[in-house]
């Protein structure tokens, strides 16, 4: 009897080990957004620095951690970790990974230089920014490219993780508009503005596109269950992200193109980024709605509760961009709302996160394909 008891515990481990997915970088994106968004905060708050400080440094271990685990993952239990791509739900989460890499990359320009050192924090901020934006180039093409080819997709499959491959360029670019200051000037410079920008339209319009698929879908078959309506709060990821790439562009087009072109960058991101906004905060007000009518009738805590974590934190950054831009107090006040919310919620998600993991609840098997749920009123 000693011997089965010994023998199992070890299979059990493997087991849990083998269900560990992409979207566990997702906790990572949720907590280092914490951090960034905080950095950049138009409003200085007793004690803020000291706080963003910590988040971040919690965040890039969390980061090494789970580099560690999932690689683990990828060597022990190959066919498994392989499947993740061929699974239509799993496979999406892909993208978080890149974007984990490019939010601790950001930080590491924000927060890195009064911890690490100046020198250090560049340089640990371009290879992560290096390695996110290869990532994320290349989730942004295969995913869709499987959808097209090789996943049983129905009219109503959209759901707002469809957003995650096809986004990681979006969050390159911001972090490559943080790395133009530290650039020597010239031809460099110039081509990380301008890519930073193509980055942000490859990004911008597929996104759209998947945007108004998932109302779409909202519209003709409902919320499609309980489980996946935490990832509408996703939508605002590129919506929030895009304000904030259109702001820091034009900040820091000054300098690296002609005067006219880089007086036109700052105007396009007002001009684009408060309608954008609008619908940012419509889009809150449905999510909100459906969040809340949702867990009256018991949704359950899952990993796609962080998706009320990173999407908000981008809209805090682009809530940011508009109040340094616009100069108005209203978006210095709505910055400071929303990032209380985000406060509120990554705490509520994290502690539920670290509870669910060690009883267990958290390494559930992975569904194999999305369950849609038509509309039924009494639901």
């Given amino acids: 009897m000693v011997r089965k008891t010994a023998a199992a515990e070890p299979r059990a481990g493997a087991e849990v080990l083998g269900r560990i997915g992409p979207n566990w970088f997702a906790a990572v994106m949720g907590t280092g957004i914490v951090a960034t968004a905080g950095a950049i905060l138009p409003v200085r708050l007793p004690g803020l620095q000291g706080f963003t400080d910590v988040v971040w440094v919690i965040a890039a271990l969390l980061l090494a951690v789970l580099i560690v685990v999932v690689g683990g993952h990828w060597l022990r239990h190959p066919t498994v970790a392989r499947s993740h791509a061929r699974n239509p739900q799993m496979a999406h989460y892909y993208g978080a990974a890149p974007m984990a890499l490019n939010t601790i990359g950001a930080g590491a320009v924000l927060l890195g230089p009064d911890l690490l050192g100046q020198r250090v924090a560049i340089d640990l901020a371009w290879a992560l920014w290096s390695a996110g934006t290869i990532g994320g180039l290349f989730t942004a093409v295969s995913i869709p490219y499987l959808m097209f080819t090789q996943y049983n997709v129905t009219p109503d499959s959209a759901f707002g993780g469809w957003l995650m491959p096809v986004v990681p360029p979006m969050v390159s670019a911001a972090g490559g508009a943080l790395l133009i200051p530290h650039m020597a000037p010239g031809a460099g410079q110039q081509t990380m503005l301008y890519g930073c920008y193509a980055m942000f339209g490859l990004s911008l319009v597929a996104s759209l596109i998947i945007i108004t ?17 935490p990832t509408l709060w996703i939508v605002l990821g590129p919506l929030g992200q895009s304000i904030t790439v259109a702001g820091l562009l034009g900040s820091h087009a000054a300098g ?15 001009l684009f980024g408060v309608p954008v906004w609008g619908f940012g905060m419509l889009w809150i007000a449905l999510a909100l709605s459906l969040t809340i009518r949702t867990l009256r009738r018991g949704m359950p805590f899952a990993l796609t509760w962080w998706s009320l974590t990173f999407p908000v934190g981008t809209f805090v950054t682009g809530t940011t961009q508009l109040a340094i831009h616009t100069g108005l107090p209203a978006f210095r006040v709505a910055a400071v709302v929303l990032y209380t919310a985000l406060l509120t919620t990554w705490l509520l998600v994290a502690i539920r996160t670290a509870g669910g993991s060690l009883r267990g609840q958290l390494f559930g098997p992975v569904p194999t394909a999305a369950v849609p749920v038509g509309k039924d009123p009494a639901r």
């Fill in 213 to 229: 698929m998932i109302w779409s879908r909202l519209v003709l078959y409902g919320t499609s269950g309980s489980a996946r309506i």
């Fill in 256 to 270: 690296v193109v002609a005067p006219e072109l880089a007086a036109g960058m700052v105007v396009f991101g007002v």
